[in-house]
């Protein structure tokens, strides 16, 4: 039994693909899909090329029929495996174009909303940094340093800012003096516990002349950071009103903040 010929169904088949692949980069032209048009690593397909391949698979399919009528191959035969394919090839390509799609869409919204969350811990962080400078400015002016107007102003601002774990001064020579609650910040007090990285973290508040924020550290198992202002009296050096912040504490008020926001 002589072979039957399989010649236009191949070149039917590939014209139906090249079909598809035009009207699903034209569709995604028309519809503003990019990624129908645009695949990754790829250069982006470009409407004369869609319209080109859509000629060569016009032009394959009459080639296809004329052979088939020449060697005895109904169209009914190959047609419909070939219209099969090429709707195959048109919902494989969508599908994947419209995973792409929606893969681009979560990524934008996730680095929007970093960036928005970022905004609000810098917000957050700025409002401890001008607190912070307000009570340095009065507490400098004081002519007498009262340990009971320092633990009376010192309890407001602990109650105000829940992520601030600690309030302390430190003086001209650098050593922790009055501190709330009593203690906690005694890991800074260079004569009673050296710390080489805390004792270059006073030094480089003091030299700043600004408020200074230092890299988090570790306390107890919680992640916190230094926030300190500097203090004068006249053109001296007269000591550095210290904070304890959790870092946990800051990005849940950021959140708290974002909430209401929104």
Request: proline letters at 5%.
């Amino acid at each position: 039994q002589p072979r039957k010929p399989r010649r236009p169904m191949a070149v039917g088949l590939l014209a139906c693909v090249l079909l598809g692949l035009a009207l699903f980069s034209l569709s995604g032209l028309a519809f503003d899909v990019p990624t129908t048009y645009r695949w990754e690593g790829a250069s982006p397909m470009a409407l004369r090329s869609a319209l080109g391949f859509m000629a060569l698979a016009v032009g394959l399919m009459v080639l296809a029929h004329e052979w088939g009528q020449r060697e005895g191959l109904a169209l009914v035969r190959w047609l419909p495996l070939a219209v099969g394919t090429s709707a195959l090839t048109i919902t494989l390509l969508l599908w994947q174009a419209l995973r792409v799609q929606e893969e681009r869409q979560i990524d934008r919204i996730a680095t929007q909303q970093v960036r928005e969350m970022r905004q609000f811990i810098h917000a957050e962080a700025q409002t401890r940094v001008l607190a912070l400078t307000r009570f340095a400015r009065r507490w400098e002016l004081q002519p007498v340093r009262r340990v009971a107007d320092w633990d009376a102003e010192a309890q407001l601002y602990l109650g105000h800012y829940p992520d601030l774990k600690a309030i302390g001064w430190a003086d001209e020579k650098l050593t922790a003096r009055m501190v709330l609650p009593r203690g906690s910040l005694s890991f800074l007090d260079t004569n009673a516990a050296p710390s080489l990285r805390h004792e270059e973290l006073l030094r480089a508040a003091r030299d700043r002349q600004d408020v200074f924020v230092s890299p988090t550290i570790d306390s107890g198992g919680e992640r916190v950071f230094l926030m300190m202002a500097p203090m004068a009296r006249g053109t001296n050096f007269s000591g550095l009103v210290i904070g304890l912040f959790s870092v946990k504490g800051l990005v849940e008020s950021a959140l708290g903040s974002a909430q209401r926001g929104h």
